[in-house]
């Protein structure tokens, strides 16, 4: 299983970026898809998820401000990410469960006041 994370990139405040995340490789159904992210000197930490049959998650520093999407086959899974502020700068990492959990290799954000 391979997810390829694409979208990061150095913008100002108050700025946009649309994060993707292609997934292939699996070989079942994926059931959760996500967003987590890691800032300097930070531990991991969940932005926003989804959950078949259950629906999205956010944390509640990216609520109306971030949303996650994902294609109807399940194969994508995107953060678009509005009124971006300095403390949003991490490296973002997709991650997915099927039966076992995958995590993708990272896209660096980087957002200057």
């Known amino acids: 299983v391979q997810l390829q994370a694409s979208g990061g990139g150095s913008v100002q405040a108050g700025g946009s970026l649309r994060l993707s995340c292609a997934v292939s490789g699996t070989d079942s159904s994926v059931n959760f898809m996500a967003w987590y992210r890691r800032a300097p000197g930070k531990q991991r930490e969940l932005v926003a998820s989804?959950?078949?049959?259950?629906?999205?998650n956010y944390a509640d520093s990216a609520k109306g401000r971030f949303t996650i999407s994902r294609d109807t086959a399940w194969n994508t899974v995107y953060l678009q990410m509005n009124s971006l502020k300095p403390e949003d700068t991490a490296v973002y990492y997709c991650?997915?469960?099927?039966?076992?959990?995958?995590w993708g290799q990272g896209t660096l954000v980087t957002v200057s006041s």
């Open positions: 989804i959950v078949r049959y259950t629906g999205t």
């Open positions: 991650h997915i469960v099927t039966y076992r959990a995958y």
